[in-house]
């Protein structure tokens, strides 16, 4: 649960999607730094994810839930 750290960025998202492959749910509501491109990176390095909240995210486009889409097939609850 990483709500509120407006702090985190794509290369900490990156580091988790790497470390954690069967990360199943993830918080990201207002974490302000992320972007398609660490949103993409999750996709590619979880793809067991199955619920994410995105709330706050203005930085996310359709590209990252594209990738979202794309990369994890068992997503059943986007919170955006």
């Known amino acids: 649960n990483l709500h509120g750290c407006s702090k ?7 580091a988790l999607a790497e ?3 069967g990360l199943t749910n993830i918080n990201l509501v207002c974490c302000i730094e992320v ?4 949103i993409g ?6 793809p067991g994810l ?7 995210c203005s930085k996310i486009t359709d590209v990252g ?3 979202l889409a794309q990369g994890c097939p068992g997503l059943t609850n986007i919170v955006r």
Request: charged residues 15%; contains cysteine.
């Open 35 to 38: 972007t398609d491109v660490g």
């Open 41 to 46: 990176a999750l996709a590619e390095g979880c």
């Open 65 to 67: 839930i594209g990738a």
């Open 19 to 21: 470390g954690c492959p």
């Open 8 to 14: 985190v960025t794509d290369v900490g998202i990156r």
């Open 50 to 56: 199955t619920n994410t909240s995105l709330y706050g």
